[in-house]
T-cell receptor, first 111, second 115 residues
Framework: GEDVEQSLFLSVREGDSSVINCTYT??????LYWYKQEPGAGLQLLTY?????DMKQDQRLTVLLNKKDKHLSLRIADTQTGDSAIYFC???????????FGAGTRLFVKA | ETGVTQTPRHLVMGMTNKKSLKCEQH?????MYWYKQSAKKPLELMFV???????ENNSVPSRFSPECPNSSHLFLHLHTLQPEDSALYLC??????????????FGEGSRLTVL
């Protein structure tokens, strides 16, 4: 079945860039997403990329997609303590309502 | 405030109890979802409803019983649960009509502890 994998933890210093990586197995993925979960809250969509794109930039966020290697990354520039959260990678194929998530990467930002 | 409200936020129950989780969305969406979040595991899709009809049941044990009386409300009825069912249960909704980005709108979750 479809699978999404990501490392569980990442620690960076405030002001540095954070890069969170993800791999997925579904070659028919249409949309790929990054969701953010802050403590005590549900997930909130941070950004997404359509499968025919290889890069998307949104202010401090850069998403890179390597469709050949089924690899997605999220770069957060100038990481702040407020960016400390769990970041989930997810993918969705064409049709249907099945969005498959990874286990989430917990980002720690040290002041 | 995401427009998706879950109650209760916390629930402790014994293995022989029967309880229900409730989810309500005020976004006018047509699709609603239950996900299970356990530590260090991928978010697990349990059920999907579109226009009140169940479209996905991800091999969920029968001790979890979903109910979707209308497009705005979703319940998860719980009975004779096991301690390994302790987790955060997340409800989500989406417009449900293609073409969309497929963005899911999540509630804050119901933290379930089974003793």
């Amino acid at each position: 079945g479809e699978d999404v994998e990501q490392s569980l933890f990442l620690s960076v210093r405030e002001g540095d860039s954070s890069v969170i990586n993800c791999t997925y197995t579904d070659s028919s993925s249409t949309y790929l997403y990054w969701y953010k979960q802050e403590p005590g809250a549900g997930l909130q969509l941070l950004t997404y990329i359509f499968s025919n794109m290889d890069m998307k930039q949104d202010q401090r966020l850069t998403v890179l997609l390597n469709k050949k290697d089924k690899h997605l990354s999220l770069r957060i520039a100038d990481t702040q303590t407020g960016d400390s959260a769990i970041y989930f990678c997810a993918e969705r194929g064409t049709g249907g309502f099945k969005t498959i998530f990874g286990a989430g990467t917990r980002l720690f930002v040290k002041a | 405030e995401t427009g998706v409200t879950q109650t209760p936020r916390h629930l402790v129950m014994g293995m022989t109890n029967k309880k229900s989780l409730k989810c309500e969305q005020h976004l006018g969406h047509n699709a609603m979802y239950w996900y299970k979040q356990s530590a260090k595991k991928p978010l697990e899709l349990m059920f999907v409803y579109n226009f009140k009809e169940q479209t996905e049941n991800n091999s969920v044990p029968s001790r979890f019983s979903p109910e979707c009386p209308n497009s705005s409300h979703l319940f998860l009825h719980l009975h004779t649960l096991q301690p390994e069912d302790s987790a955060l249960y997340l409800c989500a909704s989406s417009p449900g009509v293609s073409p969309t980005t497929g963005e899911l709108f999540f509630g804050e979750g119901s933290r379930l502890t089974v003793l």
